[in-house]
């Protein structure tokens, strides 16, 4: 699978290490493969800015390791104006209102 990457360092994705028990719901459930096990029995997020924030990690871990805010961030507002959508799910903004065309994000 090819390794995407959407916009630096905006992504919701939080992940507590001394929480994690170490039983791979996030690298089964996550469609891009943001984590990997690290070879010590825990998780460890490989790139934060693969992350798509779709929530299915946070929805599955049980010890609550992980949280991200699904469908708020940039990418969300990429796949919105990719679709054709007038509003955004996030705070970026554009000139021309469209957000992959370029603007500032928070």
Avoid: W
Avoid at 11 to 33: D, N, S, W
Wanted: with cysteine.
């Amino acid at each position: 699978m090819a390794h995407f990457e959407y916009l630096k360092n905006v992504v919701t994705l939080e992940y507590r290490e001394e929480k994690c028990i170490g039983c791979g719901m996030c690298i089964e459930v996550c469609p891009h493969a943001v984590f990997r096990f690290n070879g010590t029995r825990r998780v460890e997020v490989t790139s934060r800015d693969a992350c798509m924030e779709c929530g299915a990690c946070s929805r599955n871990c049980p010890t609550e390791a992980i949280s991200v805010q699904s469908g708020v961030g940039c990418a969300a507002a990429v796949i919105n104006g990719m679709l054709g959508r007038k509003s955004s799910a996030c705070c970026c903004t554009t000139d021309t209102g469209n957000p992959k065309t370029g603007g500032t994000c928070c």
